[in-house]
């Protein structure tokens, strides 16, 4: 699995796309959609999004209506990913795990370093403690893609978590 990040709009919003036997899915389309299929090497077979703050959708309609799709469809060919539902920073965040590569799209429900803001609509406190529970169960060595910053591993988030 090849995973390019790019990151883009004002809020430097981290857009992935995955490629896998020249097929890719894009993970939350923020803003720029030209730039991003630039990017775009191979055919487009889904789009997924961790939570619907404009700055993760920016470009979803434009990149929807180019390569007919729709988003958060989880039967994507070839691509074989678990769906975690992670509220806290929104109601509607969902974590995407890829089991066989090790790695998880977090959203903002997860950051190297720091989780997710809670005080925007939506956002709670008590759901967050819940998803942050339930994602540290998961492997420790799995590597994190969030949607700003760079990424890390649940293991060093499990440490820093420690505070909260």
């Not at 299929?37 to 487009?44: A, D, L, P």
């Not at 190297?112 to 998961?138: A, E, H, Q, W």
């Amino acid at each position: 699995m090849n995973i390019k990040r790019v990151v883009v709009g004002s809020l430097e919003e981290n857009c992935y796309i995955v490629e896998k036997n020249n097929k890719c899915i894009i993970i939350d389309p923020g803003d720029e959609a030209d730039k991003i299929i630039s990017y775009i090497t191979c055919e487009v077979v889904g789009i997924l999004i961790t939570h619907y703050h404009f700055d993760h959708i920016g470009a979803l309609n434009e990149l929807k209506e180019k390569y007919n799709l729709q988003e958060n469809k989880y039967n994507i060919d070839g691509f074989n990913f678990e769906v975690i539902e992670t509220p806290g920073h929104t109601s509607d965040s969902k974590t995407y795990y890829f089991k066989d590569d090790n790695i998880m799209f977090v959203g903002d429900f997860l950051f190297k370093d720091g989780i997710g803001r809670m005080d925007l609509p939506t956002g709670s406190v008590n759901d967050m403690k819940k998803s942050l529970d339930n994602i540290f169960t998961y492997p420790s060595n799995t590597i994190i893609y969030p949607g700003h910053g760079d990424k890390s591993t649940l293991g060093q988030e499990l440490i820093n978590r420690l505070s909260f």
